[in-house]
């Protein structure tokens, strides 16, 4: 499929059920490989269902057999040097910039920035999570406050190979502890459903036949609740967190991604660790082939 065929296409569909909004990523080709394109029509369909008083809950799954694969590093559709209007911030355009500026400029726009915007919408919102939730992929999850996961499920960050510390939205320490964070991103091995709700990142493992059933099923329950308490007790749970760290964390954090960029951009020739785009993509399949 070519890019203009592509863009054709319903990145990211939308449906209401009872009071229940949900949003699927639809590249099922692609893994549901993120792009410009398909992260900006995401943040139309949040809006759009943060702004309907019908909706009560927000649920984010992705067509096909993976949540997503991360970031796109190279599908036909890949848009690294497309101007879209800023929604998240106001940094200028990216594009036609000079090294860290654009790449600076492109991520706290399109990664970090949408990110923490979604984590703040007044509606609690559900990640219904399948197959692959890889690096890219963990901060779409994460910045859900729940997630439903399927039993073939798995989950990783395997990005210290491109010589980051990991994803812009640099959720790990609280989502999964400082611990295991750090075995998480030292030996960037997939973790199953199961062992990720024994680490408190997800809520309900459940049998992959069932994962839209029992996820509607929890939403429903949550959508019964009144709208504006449901806002508030978001709201603390997000500002403890807060006070616990976790904004400032990510925004120091986001300074270091972009240390690891440009250290390797200055002594490899590439901003992911002197490896291409396929022999990158490459070690990801191996990796989601082997188990590790």
């Known amino acids: 499929m070519s890019a203009e065929q592509e863009r054709e296409e319903e990145l990211v569909t939308y449906s209401v059920r009872d009071g229940v909004a949900v949003l699927k990523l639809n590249r099922p080709r692609y893994r549901n490989a993120q792009n ?30 993976h949540f997503s694969a991360g970031h796109d590093l190279g599908t036909p559709g890949r848009d690294v040097d497309t ?21 600076f ?3 706290s726009e399109l990664y970090l920035g949408l990110c923490k915007r ?22 779409l999850a994460w910045a859900c406050d729940m997630i439903v996961a399927a039993d073939d499920a798995f989950f990783a960050d395997p990005v210290v190979m491109m010589g980051v510390p ?8 609280w989502v999964m502890g400082p611990r295991f964070a750090k075995e998480f991103l030292f030996l960037g091995e997939r973790v199953d459903a199961q062992r990720a709700r024994e680490l408190g990142m997800v809520n309900r493992v459940v ?43 990510l925004d120091s954090v986001f300074g270091l991604h972009h240390i690891g960029h440009a250290h390797s951009a200055e002594t490899a020739g590439s901003a992911v660790g002197g490896r291409g785009v396929d022999d990158v993509r490459a070690a990801l399949a191996e990796k989601e082939e082997s188990g590790g």
């Open 36 to 65: 410009g394109a398909l992260l900006y029509a995401l943040d139309a369909a949040y809006l759009a269902a943060a702004r309907d008083d019908d909706v009560r809950v927000i649920v984010l799954g992705g067509e096909g057999d």
């Open 83 to 103: 101007t879209f209007p800023p929604m998240a911030g106001m940094w200028w355009d990216h594009v036609g910039k000079p090294g860290v500026e654009s790449r």
């Open 105 to 107: 400029a492109r991520e």
């Open 118 to 139: 979604w984590r703040e919408i007044p509606k609690p919102t559900i990640a219904m999570v399948q197959g692959a939730c890889v690096a890219g992929g963990l901060m």
């Open 166 to 173: 990991g994803v812009e939205f640099f959720a790990h320490p």
């Open 207 to 249: 049998p992959r036949a069932e994962l839209e059933g029992r996820t509607l099923d929890i939403a429903g329950r949550i959508a019964g609740q009144p709208r504006f308490g449901l806002a508030l007790a978001k709201r603390a749970v997000n500002q403890c967190e807060d006070l616990m760290g976790f904004s400032t964390g």
